[in-house]
């Protein structure tokens, strides 16, 4: 056959090769696992490494931009990112307490904001514009809640306003962009709605803690001197008589009580 | 008609892509492990374990050795692997490498004898060695009868329809057809892989 030359030719290869057996599995397992153990690592931490680091950049770059709009004014970019930060504060509340805690907060931070912009009276408007909504907010919980929490919460409040109400006057009396009437009819709008929520709140206190609301009103008749040094008493002070507090209040008010 | 004939016509009607479709060139396997390809790396060491592992066989190492041998053959391609400039050359790079590591093996295991010394003044136990890894893959790929027939004709090329009869328990008729074809399927499949004899 045309073949037999070529037959002798591979009988002598496969004589040559014969007696060499396989490596055994375990070390053709040991080489494969030289390649994929080490490039798989290196692949997977990479892309862990990127995702980590793009994480760790952003993270950064929102605690910065956070922490530069809290200091910011209506008259800055960084504003709107402030008012966003506080809105998911409130959002994530766990309690309506709470809210209402961080909405006092926000109103006496919008007072502040006011007071500081004096060369730019329309950033002064805005500022006194979301205090409004602020008190609002809180008008909100203190009447749709018939919370516990919250009806503990009303000294505070009252308390509260009745610091914003002392300076909201110190704005009525020197306020930004002096001669600008529709600032100085925003302050005014803002210590109405401060009263308003302050008479609110008496009213809902004098069933229970009628010294808080003598208390709140006073705040409201802030022209009054000696309502005034009664309002900054505390309790067990010199003013600790309820029949001395009753006898200031506002006739009005007492039958709007009774 | 001869063995060649036939082969060169199995050549004709078959296209290279076909056959690349089934058997992955070195370049491709190479390609696909410097992308992570796990299963490509897996396929080389299959592909090339004995050659590299009969190298420090022929040289007298032991099994233990031999395989150690194997592992920094195959930790030099890997980290070779990005520089390998010509991989269809990749079977003899590697007969190359696997005999300076099995000289490396014998002078660490054996510093007093000349065995490592022999080896280096003498390559001639080396040639063929491509060869013989070839024809062993090529068997592999015959099925039952057609592989014991290839095996005892290549044991002894002279053996008998009779005596092969009686190794595969087939009729010699049937025997004289299964062993045209299976030296016409060894035939092709060696010159698939590129044989030069």
Same mark, same amino acid.
Request: charge should be negative; glycine fraction near 4%.
């Given at each position: 056959?045309?073949?037999?030359?070529?037959?002798?030719?591979?009988?002598?290869?496969?004589?040559?090769?014969?007696?060499?057996?396989?490596?055994?599995?375990?070390?053709? /397992?040991?080489?494969?696992?030289?390649?994929?153990?080490?490039?798989?690592?290196?692949?997977? =931490?990479?892309?862990?490494?990127?995702?980590?680091?793009?994480?760790?950049?952003?993270?950064?770059?929102?605690?910065?931009?956070?922490?530069?709009?809290?200091?910011?004014?209506?008259?800055?970019?960084?504003?709107?990112?402030?008012?966003?930060? +506080?809105?998911?504060?409130?959002?994530?509340?766990?309690?309506?307490?709470?809210?209402?805690?961080?909405?006092?907060?926000?109103? !006496?931070?919008?007072?502040?904001?006011?007071?500081?912009?004096?060369?730019? %009276?329309?950033?002064?408007?805005?500022? *006194?514009?979301?205090?409004?909504?602020?008190?609002?907010?809180?008008?909100?919980?203190?009447?749709?809640?018939?919370?516990?929490?919250?009806?503990?919460?009303?000294?505070?409040?009252?308390?509260?306003?009745?610091?914003?109400?002392?300076?909201?006057?110190?704005?009525?009396?020197?306020?930004?962009?002096?001669? =600008? /009437?529709?600032?100085?009819?925003?302050? $005014?709008?803002?210590?109405?709605?401060?009263?308003?929520?302050?008479?609110?709140?008496?009213?809902?206190?004098? @069933?229970?803690?009628?010294?808080?609301?003598?208390?709140?009103? /006073?705040?409201? &008749?802030?022209?009054?001197? &000696?309502?005034?040094?009664?309002?900054?008493? &505390?309790?067990?002070?010199?003013?600790?008589?309820?029949?001395?507090?009753?006898?200031? *209040? %506002?006739?009005?008010?007492?039958?709007?009580?009774? | 008609?001869?063995?060649?004939?036939?082969?060169?016509?199995?050549?004709?009607?078959?296209?290279?892509? =076909?056959?690349?479709?089934?058997? %992955?060139?070195?370049?491709?396997?190479?390609? @696909?492990?410097?992308?992570?390809?796990?299963?490509?790396?897996?396929?080389?060491?299959?592909?090339?374990?004995? *050659?590299?592992?009969?190298? %420090? #066989?022929?040289?007298? *190492?032991?099994?233990?050795?031999?395989?150690? $041998?194997?592992?920094?053959?195959?930790?030099?391609?890997?980290?070779?692997?990005?520089?390998?400039?010509?991989?269809?050359?990749?079977?003899?790079?590697?007969?190359? #490498?696997?005999?300076?590591?099995?000289?490396?093996?014998?002078?660490?295991?054996?510093?007093?004898? /000349?065995?490592?010394?022999?080896?280096?003044?003498?390559?001639?136990?080396?040639?063929?060695? +491509?060869?013989?890894?070839?024809?062993?893959?090529?068997?592999?790929?015959?099925?039952?009868?057609?592989?014991?027939?290839?095996?005892?004709?290549?044991?002894?090329? !002279?053996?008998?329809?009779? !005596?092969?009869?009686?190794?595969?328990?087939?009729?010699?008729?049937?025997?004289?057809?299964?062993?045209?074809?299976?030296? @016409?399927?060894?035939?092709?499949?060696?010159?698939?892989?590129?044989?030069?004899?």
């Amino acid at each position: 056959m045309n073949d037999d030359l070529n037959l002798k030719e591979l009988s002598r290869i496969y004589h040559a090769a014969k007696d060499i057996e396989n490596p055994s599995p375990p070390a053709i /397992t040991h080489a494969i696992d030289l390649f994929p153990k080490r490039s798989h690592h290196i692949r997977w =931490h990479r892309g862990y490494a990127f995702a980590i680091a793009a994480a760790l950049i952003v993270l950064l770059c929102l605690f910065v931009s956070v922490r530069l709009a809290l200091e910011a004014n209506p008259n800055t970019l960084l504003y709107q990112l402030k008012r966003t930060s +506080e809105s998911a504060r409130i959002a994530l509340a766990s309690s309506p307490q709470e809210r209402l805690e961080l909405h006092l907060l926000f109103a !006496e931070e919008r007072i502040e904001e006011g007071s500081q912009v004096t060369n730019d %009276p329309y950033a002064a408007l805005v500022a *006194l514009d979301e205090y409004k909504k602020e008190l609002a907010q809180v008008s909100a919980l203190i009447n749709a809640q018939d919370d516990d929490a919250v009806n503990q919460s009303l000294a505070m409040v009252v308390d509260e306003l009745g610091d914003n109400a002392v300076e909201l006057t110190e704005l009525a009396q020197d306020p930004p962009g002096q001669g =600008h /009437t529709l600032l100085y009819r925003q302050v $005014v709008q803002a210590m109405e709605s401060t009263q308003a929520v302050l008479t609110m709140t008496a009213k809902k206190e004098m @069933r229970t803690k009628p010294f808080n609301a003598v208390k709140a009103v /006073t705040c409201v &008749e802030f022209e009054d001197a &000696e309502m005034e040094e009664f309002a900054s008493a &505390e309790p067990g002070g010199e003013f600790d008589e309820y029949e001395d507090a009753w006898s200031l *209040l %506002p006739i009005q008010f007492k039958r709007d009580c009774q | 008609m001869s063995i060649l004939a036939t082969s060169l016509k199995y050549r004709a009607q078959t296209p290279e892509s =076909h056959h690349s479709q089934i058997t %992955p060139s070195n370049a491709d396997l190479i390609q @696909r492990c410097e992308n992570g390809d796990q299963r490509a790396w897996g396929e080389l060491v299959h592909r090339y374990a004995w *050659l590299v592992y009969s190298v %420090p #066989c022929r040289a007298g *190492l032991n099994e233990t050795d031999a395989e150690d $041998v194997m592992q920094n053959v195959f930790r030099i391609l890997f980290q070779k692997l990005p520089t390998l400039r010509d991989p269809s050359r990749l079977g003899a790079w590697l007969v190359t #490498c696997a005999r300076n590591e099995t000289i490396n093996q014998l002078r660490r295991s054996h510093p007093t004898s /000349t065995l490592a010394d022999e080896l280096v003044a003498s390559n001639n136990n080396l040639h063929g060695i +491509e060869e013989q890894d070839l024809l062993r893959k090529a068997i592999g790929r015959l099925n039952g009868s057609e592989k014991i027939i290839v095996v005892a004709l290549l044991e002894n090329p !002279e053996i008998s329809d009779a !005596e092969l009869a009686a190794k595969t328990g087939l009729k010699q008729d049937s025997v004289r057809a299964v062993r045209g074809r299976a030296l @016409r399927k060894l035939k092709e499949t060696l010159s698939q892989m590129g044989w030069r004899v």
